[in-house]
């Protein structure tokens, strides 16, 4: 079975989350696409009945960098969450994850 996950190449893109994200993770989420154009996104949305994730990966070709970026939330809070980590940081998290065995 083949993931799939949608690039978002503007903050235009975003329109098709809109009603699912609260407003305080959809302005955020705008501004960070709106502050480097030339970079590309590609999300994943993950909501149960008690909190929404927004999982986004920014890849730049042009500067070399690949950015992982998460917003959290829960339904009922009006704050949010949010971390960013390089993916080389994340894979750094993830070796030492399964040299600990915690995988």
Request: net charge negative; glycine share 0%; hydrophobic share 40%.
């Amino acid at each position: 079975m083949k993931m799939m996950y949608p690039k978002i190449s503007s903050a235009a893109g975003l329109a098709e989350l809109s009603y699912q994200l609260p407003h305080q993770i959809r302005q955020a989420a705008i501004m960070l696409i709106e502050a480097d154009s030339s970079s590309d996104y590609f999300y994943k949305l993950f909501m149960d009945d008690d909190q929404i994730q927004l999982l986004l990966i920014e890849e730049n070709a042009n500067e070399d960098f690949t950015v992982c970026h998460c917003f959290s939330t829960d339904q009922w809070d009006h704050e949010y969450a949010y971390e960013s980590l390089s993916l080389s940081s994340i894979q750094m998290f993830c070796k030492m994850a399964q040299e600990l065995k915690m995988t």
